[in-house]
Every structure is written in structure tokens, then in C-alpha cells.
């Protein structure tokens, strides 16, 4: 069992999820191997709300390349959380 504090790794703020928080639509980065129902248990821990529906999405790591040296950016996952 992980903890709240394992799930939810940071908030994501740009412009977009500024708007979605109007309507209600909160977004975090999360443990890219955590569950929609880890995440939504997560969340109504921590800040005391109740949540509504949990949307994921994962993203792998890019390649990327610095003079003759390749590597490969972290894969990470992301999750809008509606609340009520």
C-alpha cells in the first residue's frame, strides 16, 4: 500500500489547467505505476474533498541528445481529477 504522499507528486499549473479549475478539473503529476482508484483515494485524503472521476494519461521519455551523448527523458504520468 502506498502512501498519499507516494501517488501525488506535484501539481501541473500552466495555462490550460488554470481554465479546467473552473471547472473543477485538478491536474497532478502521479507514480507513473499507481491506479485510478489509488490516485482518487490520494487526493480525497489529502485535501479533504470528494472526488468525482479520475482521467490518466502516460508519457514516455523522449530521446534526446547532447553532442555524441543519447539519452532518454523519464516516462511520467498525469492525472485530471474532477471534484464535486
Known sequence: MLYAEDVIIKP??????????AEGKYTF???????????????????????LKVNTMRYDGKNKRVGVHQGKTKAWKKAIVQID
Open 12 to 21: 501541473i499549473m500552466t495555462e490550460k489547467t488554470y481554465t479546467n479549475i
Open 29 to 51: 503529476e502521479v507514480a507513473i505505476n499507481s491506479t485510478k482508484l489509488e490516485i482518487k483515494n490520494a487526493v480525497e485524503q489529502l485535501f479533504n474533498v470528494k472526488v
